[in-house]
Nanobody, 121 residues
Framework: QVQLVESGGGLVQAGGSLRLSCAASGSIFSINTMAWYRQAPGKQRELVATITSSDSTNYADSVKGRFTISRDNAKNTVYLQMNSLQPEDTGAYYC???????????????WGQGTQVTVSS
């Protein structure tokens, strides 16, 4: 019933910018923490950034000062603004969220399918 769909990935040159979006849809009562993860080929998935329902944020050291996570609660959407992109940022970016469905009293964790970001040198 609940889906997370990412968009905004693509190919960009080093130093460029991309803005990723992740929209949650379905019978949603509320959304708690939302996050972005990424996974490069042959590597483990890593946490990039998180944002709580009150807009408190955390970032991986590798992206601090370059990436900004934000959310629009009215649209059930989380964003990741990525600036000064480097080849090391290349990977599949995944949206993650704790969502409480309508009629259910607990939160469940959901993942999107991912969107590819490729940074060329």
């Amino acid at each position: 019933q609940v889906q997370l769909v990412e968009s905004g990935g693509g190919l960009v040159q080093a130093g460029g910018s991309l803005r990723l979006s992740c929209a949650a849809s379905g019978s949603i009562f509320s959304i708690n923490t939302m996050a972005w993860y990424r996974q490069a080929p042959g590597k483990q998935r890593e946490l990039v950034a998180t944002i709580t329902s009150s807009d408190s944020t955390n970032y991986a050291d590798s992206v601090k000062g370059r990436f900004t996570i934000s959310r629009d609660n009215a649209k059930n959407t989380v964003y990741l603004q990525m600036n000064s992109l480097q080849p090391e940022d290349t990977g599949a970016y995944y949206c993650n969220a704790d969502i409480r469905r309508s009629g259910i009293t607990w939160y469940h964790n959901y993942w999107g399918q991912g969107t590819q970001v490729t940074v060329s040198s």
